[in-house]
T-cell receptor
Framework: AQTVTQSQPEMSVQEAETVTLSCTYD???????LFWYKQPPSRQMILVIR??????QNATENRFSVNFQKAAKSFSLKISDSQLGDTAMYFC???????????FGPGTRLSVLP | SQTIHQWPATLVQPVGSPLSLECTVE??????LYWYRQAAGRGLQLLFY??????ISSEVPQNLSASRPQDRQFILSSKKLLLSDSGFYLC??????????FGEGSWLTVV
């Protein structure tokens, strides 16, 4: 079965500091896509970053970057220079190539403290 | 551009009343469409997905049903709501680039 695990239900970080959210997944497929989604208090689901499994280079989007370790099936998200607006629930997810369904983790609630 | 909308944004319904949530996608054709539910403080639960008109797959047995009467329209329904149907409902679609995008969400409170 395909699963996503986020072992940190809640985290907090001081404003301007760096925080890393963990994610591990399990799939027997070799070609897939990994994602981090952010859900702020408004509940809108927002795409943060996307990684294609066949690419070794880690994806980056401004202050957000990932550490993708394919062999370990690990996909952590690093947020640099944390801002109050980063306070949200963060979901790790993946979909296999030509797949129909996403697999989501249970989420990590991140609080950025002033 | 491609967009997804769902409505209503918020509704309060009595137990036993019917439900209809609508979702439409613009700027694409034959999208894969999804309904998720999210209980308070919880993760996403996939309820239904559709790969085409009239094609519905149900992931969990429940009091809800879905229909896809048009290519870019996806409807979530119930004939008689239960208290346990309360939650936040999200419609979504997957792009050709294997990325999922979500609608704005609908808050349902069953009283």
């Amino acid at each position: 079965a395909q699963t996503v695990t986020q072992s940190q239900p809640e985290m907090s970080v001081q404003e301007a500091e760096t925080v890393t959210l963990s994610c591990t997944y399990d799939t027997s497929e070799s070609n897939y896509y990994l994602f981090w989604y952010k859900q702020p208090p408004s509940r809108q689901m927002i795409l943060v970053i996307r990684q294609e499994a066949y690419k070794q280079q880690n994806a980056t989007e401004n202050r957000f970057s990932v550490n993708f370790q394919k062999a370990a099936k690990s996909f952590s998200l690093k947020i640099s220079d944390s801002q109050l607006g980063d306070t949200a629930m963060y979901f790790c997810a993946f979909i296999v190539n030509y797949g129909q369904n996403f697999v989501f983790g249970p989420g990590t609630r991140l609080s950025v403290l002033p | 551009s491609q967009t997804i909308h769902q409505w209503p944004a918020t509704l309060v319904q009595p137990v036993g009343s019917p439900l209809s949530l609508e979702c439409t996608v613009e700027g694409t054709s034959n999208p894969n469409l999804y309904w998720y539910r999210q209980a308070a403080g919880r993760g996403l639960q996939l309820l239904f997905y559709s790969v085409g008109i009239g094609q519905i797959s149900s992931e969990v047995p429940q009091n809800l049903s879905a229909s896809r009467p048009q290519d870019r329209q996806f409807i979530l329904s119930s004939k008689k709501l239960l208290l346990s149907d309360s939650g936040f409902y999200l419609c979504a679609w997957i792009t050709s680039g294997n990325t999922i995008y979500f609608g704005e969400g609908s808050w349902l409170t069953v009283v």
